[in-house]
């Protein structure tokens, strides 16, 4: 391997030392160089030279762990973080963690309330059974209004020519009265408890 290839590659060491700063975690050589290499093409020396140059000028911090070098951002320059600071966080990790068991929560009944909407009838089916249903209830309102009719044209002296004719049918009838209007399909008052006035 050539003294070249061991040489920090130029802003090599700028590149690392923001990683490290914005990751504020601890790394090896080995961890560096598979996080950037694809991003910035490094070499691995290049990315080993360029740790151990930052680590001499104190601009990083390095230890043993083991037989392998560590890596990581020097924390003095990482404000304090006080008791109080700590404890605010975790109050809003909290209030957080709430709103989104809520959010989680209304998002279920949201699911379950459009999984009901899609199985229901759609736009054009609703407008279609509506559609049936009013042409049933003008079949309905049709035929009450037929009957009012028919009952307000059945005039007492209209009622007594029809008796008198049935009577005389009957006369020659060998069954009951009752019988009679069975076999014609007729109706009478009494059929449904309708009795008129005296005149």
Wanted: hydrophobic letters at 35%; aromatic letters at 6%.
């Amino acid at each position: 391997m050539s003294k070249g290839r061991a040489e920090a590659a130029p802003g090599a060491p700028g590149i690392l030392l923001k990683y490290l700063q914005e990751q504020n975690r601890p790394y090896s050589a080995q961890d560096v160089f598979g996080n950037l290499q694809r991003e910035h093409g490094l070499g691995k020396a290049a990315v080993v030279k360029a740790l151990e140059q930052l680590a001499q000028q104190g601009k990083i911090k390095e230890k043993m762990y083991g037989k392998q070098k560590i890596y990581f951002a020097d924390q003095d320059q990482f404000d304090t973080v006080s008791d109080a600071d700590l404890q605010s966080l975790d109050a809003k990790i909290v209030t957080l963690t709430a709103k989104v068991q809520s959010l989680q929560q209304s998002c279920r009944q949201m699911e379950a309330e459009l999984k009901e909407l899609t199985s229901a009838l759609t736009t054009p089916e609703m407008q279609k059974e509506i559609q049936e249903l009013k042409k049933e209830c003008a079949g309905y309102t049709e035929r009450l209004k037929n009957i009012k009719a028919a009952t307000n044209h059945v005039t007492p002296e209209e009622k007594e020519q029809a008796t008198e004719l049935c009577d005389a049918i009957l006369e020659g009838y060998p069954k009951s009265k009752k019988q009679f209007f069975e076999e014609v399909g007729m109706e009478t008052d009494e059929d449904y408890n309708v009795k008129l006035p005296d005149p």
